[in-house]
Structures are given as C-alpha cells and as structure tokens.
C-alpha cells in the first residue's frame, strides 16, 4: 500500500505541474491521480493507429511521441507534460492521427469516460479542451444584428402595373412610407412617399399610371445573413432608407428608418457617415486615423473576428467610393463606363488594423485609346489617396494605378482564360487574387457573370486546380517539432510569428481551393468555408475543426492587435507566443496543427475528407 501511495503522490506532484490539472482542489486532484493508468513503451512501438478506437487521454511524463496524421505526415513530436488524443475523443471516440514512440516513453492514461466528465464537471477542463469556437458575450447593438432580426417580414406589395393612386392609399391605411413592386414573389423595384411627391405629384402625372412608370428600379437590396451594419452603412453612405431584403432570389422582407430608431448607431458607422461626407483626402485621412481604436473597442465588446473585419473594410469600401467621386469631380465624368474592384483582405472583407490596397479597374470594352489618359488619372487619383490615409501601396503593384490591371473587360477575359490554361507559378497567384474580386464602386454590370463563368472553367481544368493545391500549400503553420510553436529566428520580429503569413494566410488559401472545387461564389474565407462543408467539399468533422481552428487564429490576431494599440504602438501581424499563456499556446498550437492536417489531406489528393 505504501508502494501505491507513494506512486499517487509522484502523480500528484508531476499533475501539479501541468494545466488543466493545477486548478483542480487538492482532494479532486488526489481522486484523479488515481485514475491514471501508468503506460510504459519503447522507442518505434505505437500507441494507436488512426482510426483506431481510444482507450483515454494520453499525457507525456518522460520521452518523445510523433504525431502523424492520416496521411502518414509528422505533425508533431511531443515531449513530458504534452497530452495528445483529445482530438479524436472528443469526435467520436476515435484517434484523428496515430502516434509513436520516438525516444522511450512514460505515459499516464486517463480513461475516456473520466475524461469526459471531468469536462463535464470542471470548467477549466471545459475551456481547455473544448475545441469549438468559445461563446462570446455580444453587444446586442445594431451593428452586430443580423438582418434577419431587424426586418419586417411579409411586406406590403403591389404589381408593376397597379396606379400610383391604390398604391399611396395604401401606404397610407397601413401607415408606411414604402411598397415593395413585385411579380410572383420576385422583387421588380421599389416606390416610396418620396417618389410619389416628386415623380407623380411634382410632374403632374395621372392618379392612374402605373407604378412600374415611377418606380425605382433595381433598389439596393440585403440579405438575410448581413449584418445591422450593412443597414447604417448603406444609409449614410448612399442617404435612403428603404432596403428590400431577398433570400433566394424572392423577396422576404424590408428594413427602414422605422425599424432602427430603437437603436443608436456605433463608431463603425459614424466613421462610414464621416468617410461618405469628406470633402478632401486629408479629412478621409482623420476618418482611417480612428481604425485603431476601433479595432481595440471592437475586440474589447468581444465581437466575432468575422464581425470587426467586416466593420473595417466598410470604411476602406466608403472611402474608395469617395476617392472615386473625387476624382470624377476633379477630372469630369468617365468618357465610358468602368468598375473599381478590391481584391486581397478588402475583397474578402477580412481587413483588420493594417492593409495595404489591392484593387483594379474593369472598363467598358467601348474604351478607347483616347480615353484611357482619363482611367490613368483616376487610378493614380484613388491609389494615391488610399496611400495618403493609410492603405499603402501593394508592394507586388496589384493596383490599378499599374496599367496591367487597368484594362478593358475583353482583356480581363482573356487573362483568366490564359491563367487557366497555362497555370505557370506566376499565373496561380494571380488567379488566386484575381478569385476574392469584389466590385466597390463603377458600373457593377462589367463585372456580371464573370465570376461564376471564370470559376466553372477553372473547376473544369484538372491541371489548373492541382497547380491551386499545390500553390496552397506554399504557405506552412508555425509548427516546430521540437518547440511546440516555431517563431522567426533573427531579425526585427524574432522569437515571433507572423500571424497573416503563417497564421490566416494558408486557411485563406485552403478556403479558396474549396471555394474552387465547390463551385462555391462566396469570397469571405468564413463563408466559403462553411460553404465548402455544405457542399460536401470536406468532411463535417474537418469542416467543423478547420472553421474552429480559424476562428482561434484570427481571434487571436485581432486581440494581439487591439493590444498592441492598447499600449500605444502601430498594430501589426507579428505576435510573441511568449506573451500567451500556456493555456493560449496550447490551443493556438492545436489550431495550427488542424490546419497542417487539412494541408496534408488536400495534398494527398483527398480534399478535406478528414
């Protein structure tokens, strides 16, 4: 019995010294000394295979273990107070990878069912192992609602063909300012109070012409899934206050003033108010001066990675689109038509603290030789602007100033389609910043039906998709196998990592391979990555564990950010894992190790069926 006691108290003692297991009150942690099943093995002898089912936890007391994922790649090489197999127990019991024994080995086994309801039971636990996105307490403001909530559903509608008469009567027995025109549920346009005074009442029309004569076509409209933000934004900037909701391509509500006089606007749309009213650059450069402090109120409200960058790249939208104003008012209206296009973070709606820009111009195909002078100094007027308020210029010179992103359509067409049939290594990169295009401001028309077109015929081209992979891939997560997390080793940031290039960087490029083998049209890598599962593309599981793994690592990114201006420095990408705890390297390290995994499946030819 001595024996036994004093083998519990060198478990205790060694427990003590490893989190979670530290929290625990000394009886509890006495009472789970004892469920550990000592595990002796030799170097070169297994410890489970994958998909094997598991007997418990695993934690390292002495020794190495390797770590390889399915497809027989090492992901890690762990050594004492590093536990592994919690991956595969709490999915289903079994082992996401297999593990070796590089040097003898002392392990400790804690059963599975203990495991679980020691999660079940204590919240360090919980927290430690959880590996699902953490629940966050939200605002509850307007900016972070989706649209879903803030819309009236069933709105009043009429057909284009009914007078403008019937329709006012009805806005005013049901006591509204606007109705939806619509044909078998299909939004046709949109007629308010306003119009009918200055479109009827004003040009003295007849109490009988239709509506579809006074109507504003083709109103903006929203989504379900968009954010309140989306709403303020969108009318400040443009100064309406109607905006029918579609989902699915039918009508299924509307948002007004009406519906928002509950709730107070917040910074991020005070900033948009500010950026669509600046009447010069240096007044835009006041408006982005405020991003900063921004990010850090966002951060610290605790709202969702997705959410803050969504909020910041509406300011670089609305300042693009006033820049362009500018310049049309500087230079005289386009001698054709043309569309301003963000690519990179601004395209994905992923800024956060710091980007430089990413755009490009889409012109008429009518443009000529004698017009292009005009689009040369409107690229030049915008980029320097962007420059001037803080959106640096792209150090690989993908913006439109540079006159081999400012051409026309029939040109764009002919560069996707050589980039696709001759995938050399320059064309991959640019076919994978030319896929997070996203039209900001222009004749949203140029830029119809490319997307889709550009992706089936990409889809199409076995070559070209594998050259995608292979491309994906050039971009590694910071995993040392002997150190847990690799940081830089000289230089400026050495002893960090860079949370873009090594940290976001290679999801973002897995989520667009997925996007491409999908089908999928979404350009936020969130988005495309729940897409990606939906369809099928990955596994739910590995879907599941890639968008948590995401989640962490951008998170993280966004509040190494917010601390950084917290302490009155520049933000940046570069972050110290030394700063962490032991408790945030380690999950950051699980995170990183998730996307390896993915990485290591789709470049075995298996997508993301882990």
């Given amino acids: 019995m001595a024996e036994d006691r004093d083998a519990t108290d060198t478990i205790i003692a060694f427990l003590e010294t490893v989190h979670p297991y530290d929290s625990l009150p000394r009886e509890e942690l006495s009472r789970v000394a004892d469920l ?77 069912a203990d495991l679980q309801r020691l999660i079940a039971e204590q919240p360090a636990f919980a927290r430690f192992f959880s590996r699902l996105r953490p629940p966050e307490p939200r605002s509850g403001d307007l900016t972070t609602l989706k649209v879903s909530q803030l819309m009236t559903r069933a709105p009043v509608t009429c057909t284009p063909d009914t007078p403008v008469a019937a329709a006012a009567k009805l806005m005013r027995d049901r006591g509204i300012s606007s109705i939806c025109v619509a044909e078998n549920g299909k939004l046709a346009g949109i007629i308010t109070t306003g119009d009918l005074a200055a479109r009827v009442v004003a040009e003295g029309l007849s109490a009988e012409t239709p509506v579809a004569q ?37 009508l299924a509500g509307i948002v007004t003033q009406t519906d928002l006089t509950r709730f107070q606007a917040v910074s991020s749309a005070q900033l948009v108010r500010d950026a669509a009213r600046a009447e010069s650059v240096e007044a835009l450069a006041k408006v982005t001066q405020c991003i900063p402090q921004l990010l850090r109120q966002l951060v610290g409200a605790h709202n969702a990675h997705d959410v803050v960058t969504r909020l910041i790249t509406d300011i670089a939208d609305t300042a693009t689109r006033r820049l362009l104003a500018m310049a049309e008012a500087e230079y005289g209206p386009p001698p054709v038509p043309y569309l301003w296009l963000a690519c990179g973070s601004q395209g994905r709606q992923e800024q956060t603290g710091v980007s430089d820009q990413d755009n490009c111009l889409f012109l008429d195909d009518s443009v000529s030789d004698a017009d292009m002078p005009y689009f040369e100094q409107l690229a030049r007027f915008v980029c320097d602007g962007l420059d001037a308020i803080g959106y640096v210029y792209c150090p690989g010179e993908m913006m439109a100033v540079t006159p081999r992103w400012c051409q026309p359509v029939r040109v764009w067409r002919e560069y996707f389609r ?17 896929f997070d295009l996203r039209p900001i401001g222009g004749s949203f028309a140029l830029f119809a039906n490319l997307q889709e077109e550009t992706l089936a015929k990409a889809r199409r081209n076995s070559i070209f998709v594998a050259h995608m992979i292979a491309n994906s891939l050039t971009h590694s997560p910071p995993l040392g196998l002997l150190r847990g997390i690799a940081t830089i080793r000289s230089g400026e940031h050495r002893d960090h990592i860079d949370m873009k290039l090594s940290g976001v960087i290679p999801i973002v490029d897995l989520g667009r391979v997925y996007a491409l083998q999908g089908g999928v049209t979404a350009i936020n890598t969130r988005a495309r990555l729940i897409a990606a599962g939906e369809r099928g593309v990955v596994s739910p599981s590995g879907g599941r564990e890639l968008l948590a793994a995401y989640d962490l690592i951008a998170g993280t990114r966004l509040r190494n950010q917010a601390a950084q201006v917290g302490s009155g420095r520049k933000p940046d990408n570069y972050m110290a894992p030394a700063a962490l705890t032991d408790f945030e390297r380690s999950h950051l390290r699980d995170a990183f190790v998730v996307v390896r995994t993915m990485q290591s499946a789709i470049g075995q030819g298996k997508g993301g069926l882990v």
């Fill in 36 to 112: 550990f099943v000592p595990v002796s093995l030799a170097a070169g002898e297994a410890v489970y295979a994958f998909g094997e089912t598991l007997d418990g936890l695993y934690l390292i007391r002495s020794g190495r273990i390797e770590i390889h994922d399915r497809n027989g790649a090492l992901v890690s090489l762990l050594g004492p107070r590093n536990s592994f197999g919690e991956r595969g127990l709490l999915r289903d019991g079994k082992a996401a990878t297999s593990a070796g024994v590089a040097e003898d080995a002392a392990l400790l086994m804690l059963p599975a």
């Fill in 214 to 250: 006074v109507m504003t076509r083709d109103p903006l409209t929203l989504t379900p899934d968009q954010l309140g933000s989306d709403i303020l934004h969108r009318m400040l900037e443009r100064r309406i206050g109607h905006f029918p909701v579609i989902a699915r391509g039918k």
């Fill in 418 to 434: 050589r980039w696709i049939d001759n995938p050399t290594p320059e064309a991959q990169m640019l076919a994978s910043v030319m």
